[in-house]
Structures are given as structure tokens and as C-alpha cells.
């Protein structure tokens, strides 16, 4: 998928605008997954956006919410974001990359707070981020698994 758009450089009040823009996908993400705001985390990718996770390369934003959905409910997800770096392309294109540290309770009963054992795992996330009609989007995630607690 290609989104590439030739647009003159951005200004330093548009770069910085960009990246807050992009820096808070990021963190919705997290809270959108955590919250199981499903709808409203599949709407943080562009219309034909990927996201490519470990064995698994998900197209469009309905294939994301189908995913989203299957999760069990019963889990409790917290999506810790952290050494976030964007790099502006152009007014309508950015890339970024930042670290997530995934903490997992798989069956909680509603009752805070939970033991905590360990983080599930930390990731890496690679990310193209797109504008289109004047909105950010996730144009393509790529999720690598760095440490798990099930290596």
C-alpha cells in the first residue's frame, strides 16, 4: 500500500503539529485496546490501513475490528507506550517507531487491583502514518515481539 504524496516541505509549526498528531495515535491505540473501544480503534488506521502482527496481516479496518472483537472479554489489557519517535515525511506522511510494554490479566473478575506477575511482552512497533482529508491515520503497523513470557 502506497500513499505517497510529493508536497512541499512542512513548516516548523506543521511539523510540530504532526507530531503531536502522531504521537497521540499512538497512545489512543493503547487506551482505544485497553478500553475495548473496538470501533474507535480500528478508526485510527486509514481506510485500507495494515497491520502486521506476528503470523498474522490484517487489511482494511473491518479485518481490524473483527480482530479486536475476537479478543475474550474477560481480559484486562494495559498497553504501556513509551520511547516514541516520529519522523515527519511531508505534510501528508510520517514514519514512526516506539516500544510498548503489554501487561495481561486473562481471566479478571472485576475487582482491582490485580497481582501483577509480569509484563505479557514488550513490542516494537514500526508505523507509517498517512493524512487523508485533513485527518491522521495509521497507514501501516508493524508489530515485532521483543521479550515474551512465552519464549
Known sequence: MTHEVSDPKPSAAETVHILAVCTQLITRYGHLADQRAHHGF??????DGEWIRPGMHLRGREAIF???ESRPPQALTRHVSGSIHIEVVNLNQARGMSYTTVYREPAFEG???VRLVQPEMVVDYRDDFVCIEGHWHIARRHTTVVFSDKA
Do not use: C, V
Not at 42 to 47: Q, S
Open 66 to 68: 473483527r480482530f479486536m
Open 42 to 47: 480500528a478508526a485510527l488506521f486509514a481506510p
Open 111 to 113: 475487582k482491582l487491583p
